[in-house]
């Protein structure tokens, strides 16, 4: 199959040096060509340029992009989207002014998740899960992480993995799978907090790795949900199986959830709402993404992670849209990029670098998606016609994203 791409008023994010992510005052560069064609054979981004150099290739198919803009593929490397129903009532239980923890005391948040997803069967999680992935590819997201957690059972979760395994067998978007069986500890277990971490490592762990259903582990380390020493045990048992960690850390509270991380060379910790020098600090010089999720914190109202003092420090940042029932119910990246400019001040190129090629290492995906470059997955999006890149993220109600290419095939 044969694609060239043509008149491409500006193609964006192009690599001609494999990088492995973007950093400090390098995420401001986005590299990009005025005028231009996209090659791609067999599925893979073969070659670019200008169109005053632009072969023939008599054989391909013709897509003409005239006054539009082509991107590679957001890669969103933090969602929950395999879940039963909705949380709307909780939102209404935030306005009235509860907090997210109060909301979690009383059974409700990740546990109100729970008890509906144990009920619901894997075909229903695999119908609606399809639906969201729908949307987010039409959004103009070509490679997604999903994590379990609201299974909180052995049953439950590896139901929730196998699902996960199904849309990445059914759906051309690229899928990474995240065992989070640590989300929160389940009704049944309340005051046994331990006992669960132990049926965690003596169990699920063991049975998610030998059907070969996670290619990571996440723990929610934070105040009121697992401590470091409990996420440091789970993460030594996925460790004899190979499971390298990405975690949710800081969110709530300075939970020395990200030290940890970088202590266990975790792929990223993710949230950060809670970042101080210290964290800074410790991911510096680490291989560790700090990967942020304004969605939830401008779903929850609360303080949005210091992503200015992170980039300013010289780390490397990603974006991801969190989507998941209780905080972020979107997974629109767009918007995330709209949000990290007003809310993160992270200026436009900073955002589209922390949504392409640093959110596809946050989800060990940056030698093939990420960017256009040779060689990569030819998974990207045309734009309707707009007058620069700037104008993504402030049109932030605007559906911009209008062809989606995944694997070289429109969508
Ligand atoms: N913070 C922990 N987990 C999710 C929220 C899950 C939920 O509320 O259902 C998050 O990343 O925001
Ligand atoms: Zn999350």
Redesign the pocket.
């Known amino acids: 199959m044969k694609l060239l791409v043509k008149n491409i008023k500006k193609l964006v994010q192009i690599e001609d040096m494999p990088k492995t992510w973007v950093a400090g005052s390098d995420m401001k560069e986005l590299p990009s060509i005025d005028d231009a064609y996209l090659y791609i054979y067999d599925g893979l981004f073969a070659d670019f340029g200008p169109m005053s150099s632009c072969p023939d290739h008599p054989d391909a198919e013709v897509v003409d992009a005239t006054g539009c803009m082509v991107f590679p593929s957001f890669c969103d490397s ?1 969602t ?1 989207l395999v ?1 039963a129903g909705s ?1 709307e009532i909780e939102y209404v239980d935030k306005i009235r002014g509860l907090s ?1 923890e109060e909301i ?1 005391k009383r059974g409700g ?2 546990l ?2 729970a008890e509906r997803l144990r009920a619901a069967s894997e075909d229903e999680l695999f119908e609606s899960a399809m639906e969201r992935i729908n949307e987010i590819v039409s959004l103009g997201t070509g490679a997604v992480e999903v994590k379990s ?2 299974g909180l059972s052995t049953e439950s979760e590896l139901k929730m993995l196998r699902v996960i395994r199904r849309i990445r067998s059914e759906s051309p978007i690229t899928v990474k799978s995240t065992f989070l069986g640590a ?1 929160a500890v389940p009704m049944e277990y309340r005051g046994r907090q331990s006992e669960y971490v132990d049926l965690i490592v003596k169990e699920m762990i063991p049975q998610v790795a030998a059907e070969n259903l996670a290619d990571y582990i996440d723990v ?1 380390c ?1 105040k009121g ?1 697992f401590t470091v020493e409990e996420t440091e045990r789970m993460l030594e048992a996925a460790a004899k199986y190979g499971l390298r960690p990405k975690i ?1 850390a800081n ?2 509270a300075l939970s020395g959830g990200i030290q940890l991380g970088v202590k266990h060379s975790a792929l990223s910790v ?2 950060l709402e809670f970042t101080g020098e210290e964290e800074i600090a410790s991911l510096l010089d680490s291989t560790t993404m700090a990967t942020l ?1 304004p969605g ?1 914190a401008f779903f ?1 109202g609360m303080d949005y992670p210091p992503a200015r003092k992170m980039i300013d420090a010289g780390l490397p940042v990603a974006l991801a849209s ?1 989507y ?5 119910p979107s997974g629109d990246m767009k918007f995330i990029l709209s949000l990290a400019c007003v809310k993160m001040r992270m200026v436009p190129e900073e955002a589209i670098n922390a949504a392409t090629i640093n959110s596809a290492y946050a989800m060990g995906l940056s030698g093939t998606h990420g960017s256009i470059s040779r060689g990569k997955i030819a998974n990207f999006f045309i734009t309707k016609p707009i007058p620069s890149y700037e104008y993504m993220p402030y049109a932030y109600t605007q559906k911009l994203v209008d062809r989606v290419f995944l694997n070289g095939k429109r969508i």
């Open positions: 933090h929950h879940y949380r997210y979690a948040g990740i109100n998740s957690g609201y989300h929610f934070d949900f949710h969110e709530l993710d949230h999720l939830a929850l969190d998941n029932p209780g905080s972020s």
